[in-house]
């Protein structure tokens, strides 16, 4: 059974940078599609960011967060995480990791098999 929790997360203030890790425990983590979504204040939840399984895994980001945030993910000790840069307060949200071993449910679908249980990021101005 795959369990993820995700850590690093706070209160800031407009264009700071925050680093969200993400613990994986469980079988095979370099079998598994990685991704982040958040959820808003009155929003749906949103898909963020994604990294393809093994080692050299492609990116893919939404349109909001291109060239600001940077997923990554460490094979050897089983952790993703989300670099976010010059945030802003429409960042603000819970992040949660996901895992799936199907690309297409996180990328598309937005329903992967396996979510932690969210952090919290606020930004302020």
């Known amino acids: 059974q795959v369990q993820l929790v995700e850590s690093g997360g706070g209160k800031v203030q407009v264009g700071d940078s925050l680093l969200l890790s993400c613990d994986f425990s469980g079988p095979a983590f370099n079998d598994y599609h990685l991704g982040w979504f958040r959820q808003g204040p009155g929003k749906e939840r949103e898909f963020v960011a994604a990294?393809?399984?093994?080692?050299?895994?492609?990116?893919r980001y939404a349109d909001s967060v291109r060239g600001r945030f940077t997923i990554s993910r460490d094979n050897l000790k089983n952790m993703v995480f989300l670099q976010m840069n010059g945030l802003q307060p429409e960042d603000t949200a819970v992040y949660y990791c996901a895992a799936d071993l199907s690309l297409h449910k996180i990328q598309e679908l937005k329903t992967p098999d396996y979510w932690g249980q969210g952090t919290q990021v606020t930004v302020s101005s």
């Open positions: 990294i393809k399984r093994h080692a050299g895994g492609l990116t």
